[in-house]
């Protein structure tokens, strides 16, 4: 895919030249893009329990609510990418805040777990035109290598600021109205986005794009649905005649999905970019950082609320840390790694997320707050190192012909991580949570319904005997963090492992000048 910036003739209004004001003003319409989904994806943790007594979903039902939309996103940016190239990055990119404001007005009245599901996965698709125009555009807008760090940094920044704004901003909605007006929030964001971007981005695209190929977004999708679906379904209940059916389908599409890549004379993704070793372990650091966040984070919501009885908007204000640590840790990642190394500064950036999780295997229901934002703050500059330093390296590793091939694969990477995060962690959590004791004195129905998820115990106490009531509900949140100790233990362990591989194969990778230093993507 080709990245090259059609430039509109001298004078022409959108225009964006090499030092000119206008290429920051054009990023901060670009980070509100950034700042609409990352608000998105971190308000759903907190209305997950009010979600649950209203809608009822099941146990499953309640995590494919969590992940869908990350699946979709996930299958699809690759080939929304390559749809940008064709129709323009800035069309493509305010289309779809266009789409996503009148999917989240869907998702706020959804009446039926099915109807949350299908609202969740068709703002996944809107989600999926949004992120690849980024970071494309930012790679067009800042040739300058230290500019560009500093807008990657900025956007990054801006992505860890939307997971804080999220959980304070929805836990104040949630205290004062009903759980649907968290997602009535994009709205405003999303028309800031497109009345301002109308006028101040430049259109980016590629001038001589080659067919989109249909078959490969087929079967993109349908490998990566089919996978992580796989893997989610095996955690939760093991091995099953459909649960193999749709791993082997999976992997079978993205099988074929390689191989028609490698043989088309304009593939919705270039192959080729995995042979630099450089790109390939910035791609490998992104999806584990985020993999190991995003678990956390969702599950760590429904702890605050549900295990430790905090108000929805006292929760979010308790997971603050995190946010500021990655802002913090973002906007001078790119200094600190042209001072020490870009190595350096992404695996002890993954290490120091990795050794925080493992802190989490002590964790107990009645855990104070220090120790809590401790480890959320770690959690928090360890991924801003890592995430935006992996970014500028994806970007500055590849022409800019192929900014955009590249961005599509940093922003999979990203949103295949937080899917797997909910999926892999949120399974362990959920197939520990359904094995623990019965009280007795539970009717059956009440049993199931405690059994299915944490909210379904509280929602199961209705009517019950005090003494019953209570018995149910310790041995529910006392399973709960049986699980939440164990993902965070196997979280931890994938995470230090990363911080090993990363510092083998992204030795030699400087930020300076804005390429890899000779000899870094040939193996040596």
């Not at 993999?291 to 549900?306: D, K, R, Y």
């Not at 005997?465 to 965070?488: K, M």
Request: glycine share 12%.
């Amino acid at each position: 895919m080709s990245s090259e910036t059609v430039e509109r003739p001298a004078g022409a209004a959108g225009a964006i030249h090499k030092g000119a004001p206008g290429r920051w003003l054009a990023l901060a319409v670009l980070v509100l893009a950034v700042l609409l989904v990352a608000v998105d994806a971190t308000v759903l943790g907190l209305a997950t329990p009010f979600l649950s007594e209203d809608l009822r979903p099941s146990g499953s039902q309640l995590l494919w609510i969590g992940d869908v939309y990350s699946f979709v996103i996930a299958g699809l940016l690759v080939s929304m990418g390559s749809l940008g190239d064709r129709v323009g990055r800035k069309k493509l990119l305010l289309s779809g805040a266009v789409a996503f404001g009148a999917l989240s007005v869907l998702a706020a009245y959804a009446t039926s777990p099915e109807m949350m599901i299908a609202a969740r996965a068709l703002m996944g698709v809107a989600g999926a035109t949004l992120m690849p125009s980024t970071l494309a555009l930012i790679r067009n807008l800042f040739p300058d290598p230290k500019e560009r760090s500093l807008a990657v940094g900025i956007w990054g920044a801006m992505a860890s600021a939307g997971a804080a704004v999220g959980p304070v901003v929805g836990g104040f909605l949630l205290e004062h109205f009903w759980w649907g007006s968290v997602f009535l929030i994009n709205l405003p964001v999303m028309a800031v986005l497109v009345l301002v971007g109308i006028k101040l981005l430049p259109e980016s695209r590629n001038p001589a794009p080659g067919p989109w190929d249909l078959p490969s977004v087929g079967l993109s999708l349908v490998g990566m649905v089919g996978v992580v679906y796989c893997v989610k379904e095996l955690a939760a209940h093991g091995m099953r005649g459909e649960t193999a059916l749709a791993g082997v389908v999976g992997v079978l599409a993205l099988v074929v999905f390689v191989r028609r890549q490698l043989t088309l004379r304009a593939p919705l993704l270039d192959m080729r970019l995995f042979h630099h070793r450089g790109f390939s372990g910035a791609v490998l650091a992104d999806l584990l950082t985020i993999l190991g966040l995003s678990g956390l984070v969702f599950f760590l919501s429904q702890f605050l609320q549900l295990v430790q009885m905090r108000e929805p908007l006292e929760a979010g204000l308790a997971e603050l840390p995190a946010a500021v640590g990655a802002v913090s840790a973002g906007l001078v990642a790119g200094v600190v790694a042209r001072r020490s190394s870009v190595r350096t500064v992404v695996a002890g950036g993954l290490a120091a997320v990795g050794l925080a999780l493992a802190a989490l295997t002590l964790l107990e229901a009645g855990t104070g707050y220090p120790v809590l934002g401790a480890v959320l703050l770690v959690v928090g500059v360890g991924a801003g190192f890592s995430f935006t330093v992996t970014a500028d390296v994806i970007l500055s590793s590849v022409p800019k012909e192929q900014a955009g091939a590249a961005a599509a694969v940093s922003e999979t990477a990203y949103e295949l991580g937080a899917a797997l995060g909910i999926a892999l962690l949120g399974s362990l959590v959920t197939g520990v949570y359904r094995d623990f004791t019965t009280p007795a004195g539970v009717p059956d129905a009440a049993a199931a319904a405690a059994h299915e998820s944490l909210g379904g115990a509280f929602e199961s106490t209705a009517g019950l005997p005090d003494g019953v009531s209570a018995a149910l509900l310790s041995s529910a949140r006392e399973a709960f963090v049986d699980g939440l100790r164990i993902a965070s233990g196997v979280g931890a362990a994938v995470l230090l492992a990363a911080a090993v591989a990363a510092w083998y194969l992204l030795r030699g990778q400087r930020l300076e000048g804005g390429v890899a230093e000779r000899g870094a993507g040939d193996g040596r």
